[in-house]
């Protein structure tokens, strides 16, 4: 996101916060790329856990920082898609091993139709 560009609020219904763009659990398989946060170069083939429009929850064995930039693409294919890792999973959540990730440039990378959404008009007041 630039520094121009001004991330909207997320909304608040019953206790839960609507997000961009709705879920997929899905296991995917993939490859990343990229350096951790000891500076070291990897290559990493995984898998998703879930996805989005915007992005994903993946499984890792590497250490990474978030903010970081690594590349992500399907497993029997060559294309190359650059991500940024939006959240690090921790162990008091129980979710070591997974991080969150935002493609930097959204497309439909993964082939999943999702619906379109208009929060505004479907949220219960």
Same mark, same amino acid.
């Given at each position: 996101?630039?520094?121009?560009?001004?991330?909207?609020?997320?909304?608040?219904?019953?206790?839960?916060?609507?997000?961009?763009?709705?879920?997929?659990?899905?296991?995917?398989?993939?490859?990343?790329?990229?350096?951790?946060?000891?500076?070291?170069?990897?290559?990493? /083939?995984?898998?998703?856990?879930?996805?989005?429009?915007?992005?994903?929850?993946?499984?890792?064995?590497?250490?990474?920082?978030?903010?970081?930039?690594? /590349?992500l693409r399907l497993q029997g294919s060559d294309h190359w898609t650059d991500f940024r890792v939006a959240w690090v999973g921790c162990d008091e959540a129980k979710l070591?091993?997974?991080?969150?990730?935002?493609?930097?440039?959204?497309?439909?990378?993964?082939?999943?139709?999702?619906? /379109?959404?208009?929060?505004?008009?479907?949220?219960?007041?």
């Amino acid at each position: 996101m630039s520094v121009n560009e001004v991330q909207p609020p997320k909304k608040k219904v019953k206790g839960y916060i609507l997000r961009r763009s709705p879920r997929a659990m899905v296991k995917i398989p993939i490859v990343i790329r990229g350096v951790d946060k000891h500076g070291l170069s990897f290559e990493e /083939q995984t898998e998703t856990f879930m996805v989005s429009k915007y992005g994903a929850r993946i499984c890792t064995v590497h250490e990474l920082e978030e903010e970081a930039i690594l /590349q992500l693409r399907l497993q029997g294919s060559d294309h190359w898609t650059d991500f940024r890792v939006a959240w690090v999973g921790c162990d008091e959540a129980k979710l070591a091993g997974h991080i969150g990730v935002e493609f930097i440039q959204t497309t439909n990378f993964f082939g999943i139709p999702f619906p /379109q959404e208009d929060w505004g008009a479907s949220a219960p007041q």
